[in-house]
């Protein structure tokens, strides 16, 4: 068990990481500070660069935080909240990826769910710094903070659509 929980958070916290990296800089495929802000321009929402950059340094925090397994509730919350506001803005799409639906994200929020759920096993910086286990029902709590504060996100930064 230990060992898949290890290569659970590692996939699913290196990818989550990387995007927030593609957001903000040039590495991994990205296209820099100005196409990250121009990305969530173009998906409908305002603050630009600031924005890109909150976005990028969550993803990057809580990615790296999941890989390493440390605070691994917050981490996961935090994953959570930012693959929600991606599901959102794919919502229109449809489910399936291939029609650049929300698929990967739901997948995405669904992995995180489960590694808040099963802890981050025993080769983790929670469990060498005796942070763990950490109790199933912070379960809920964890989903529903990750949940509340995307759509809150999508609340409060998302533009109208324009008028015709």
């Known amino acids: 068990m ?3 929980l290890l290569i659970l958070r590692l996939l699913v916290g290196l990818l989550i990481a990387g995007h927030g990296v593609q957001k903000i800089s040039w590495h991994l495929g990205g296209h820099g500070l100005v196409g990250g802000a121009g990305e969530f321009a173009a998906d409908g929402f305002r603050g630009g660069a600031l924005t890109a950059l909150a976005a990028g340094g969550g993803q990057i925090g809580s990615g790296v935080l999941l890989a390493a397994g440390l605070l691994t509730p917050l981490a996961a919350t ?3 909240g930012v693959m929600t506001v991606a599901l959102t803005v794919k919502w229109h799409n449809g489910l399936w990826v291939q029609d650049d639906g929300y698929e ?3 997948v995405l929020i669904g992995a995180c769910a489960a ?3 099963a802890g981050p096993g025993a080769w983790s910086l929670d469990r060498a710094l005796g942070l763990t286990p950490y109790p199933l029902w912070w379960t809920v709590p964890v989903v529903a903070a990750g949940i509340g504060s ?3 996100t999508r609340l409060v930064l998302h533009r109208a659509p324009a008028a015709p």
């Open 2 to 4: 230990d060992t898949g």
């Open 78 to 80: 935090g994953a959570i």
């Open 104 to 106: 990967y994200p739901l």
């Open 115 to 117: 590694l808040a759920a």
């Open 150 to 152: 995307g759509l809150l």
